[in-house]
């Protein structure tokens, strides 16, 4: 199925998860705090999950401190929606 002139096959997905490796909330290519934004403005209520498969040797393989990051920007984010 196309969409957007875009087509891709699971082995690009497959390749792709296995060269991605996993960063915290703010640190990556998505603007989280329009994407909450857009959350909050469609009532979205459910949960938001930090996961740490793959965790960037930035990061030096500490996962835990990696998701107390990513908690702490995700309040941060929280507490700047409109």
């Given at each position: 199925m196309e969409r957007a002139g875009a087509v891709a096959e699971?082995?690009?997905?497959?390749?792709?998860?296995?060269?991605?490796?996993?960063?915290?909330?703010?640190?990556?290519?998505?603007?989280?705090?329009?994407?909450?934004?857009?959350?909050?403005?469609?009532?979205?209520?459910?949960?938001?999950?930090?996961?740490?498969?793959?965790?960037?040797?930035?990061?030096?393989?500490?996962?835990?401190?990696?998701?107390?990051q990513s908690i702490a920007k995700l309040r941060e984010i929280?507490?700047?929606?409109?």
């Amino acid at each position: 199925m196309e969409r957007a002139g875009a087509v891709a096959e699971l082995s690009d997905w497959q390749q792709l998860r296995a060269a991605a490796k996993a960063i915290k909330v703010g640190d990556g290519l998505v603007d989280n705090q329009k994407l909450a934004q857009l959350l909050k403005d469609a009532n979205y209520s459910g949960f938001l999950a930090v996961e740490t498969d793959h965790l960037h040797p930035d990061y030096h393989y500490d996962e835990r401190a990696a998701v107390r990051q990513s908690i702490a920007k995700l309040r941060e984010i929280s507490a700047n929606l409109n």
